[in-house]
Nanobody, 123 residues
Framework: QVRVEESGGGLVQAGGSLRLSCAASGRTFSMYTMGWFRQAPGKEREFVAAIGWSGGSTYYSDSVKGRFAISRDNAKSTVFLQMNSLKPEDTAVYYC????????????????WGQGTQVTVSS
């Protein structure tokens, strides 16, 4: 079992940056693909980014590609999401999740979820 907890959200102006962290517990953390999703009010939860167990493979949604970067530190059981050039449409609750499925962009692939952290981008 893996438990995850996000941190690092907040309020930022458009064009600014934030770095989200996801601390995971569990001895098998390094076996899991880790993903970030987000959910804006009235919208479905959507895929943002994912990283394979070794960190060698990364995946991004088209809306964040080139602006966001996902990374992981297996020694510290932590995943990061560096968000640059933020836009008001990036405003959402951001969730960290763990999966063993290779289908990394689907919500249903992820077994373990955090409670989320709010990111608000003002215009």
């Amino acid at each position: 079992q893996v438990r995850v907890e996000e941190s690092g959200g907040g309020l930022v102006q458009a064009g600014g940056s934030l770095r989200l962290s996801c601390a995971a517990s569990g001895r098998t953390f390094s076996m899991y693909t880790m993903g970030w999703f987000r959910q804006a009010p009235g919208k479905e939860r959507e895929f943002v980014a994912a990283i394979g167990w070794s960190g060698g493979s990364t995946y991004y949604s088209d809306s964040v590609k080139g602006r966001f970067a996902i990374s992981r530190d297996n020694a510290k059981s932590t995943v990061f999401l560096q968000m640059n050039s933020l836009k008001p449409e990036d405003t959402a609750v951001y969730y960290c999740a763990a999966a063993r499925s290779p289908v990394v962009k689907l919500v249903a692939s992820y077994e373990y979820w955090g409670q989320g952290t709010q990111v608000t981008v003002s215009s």
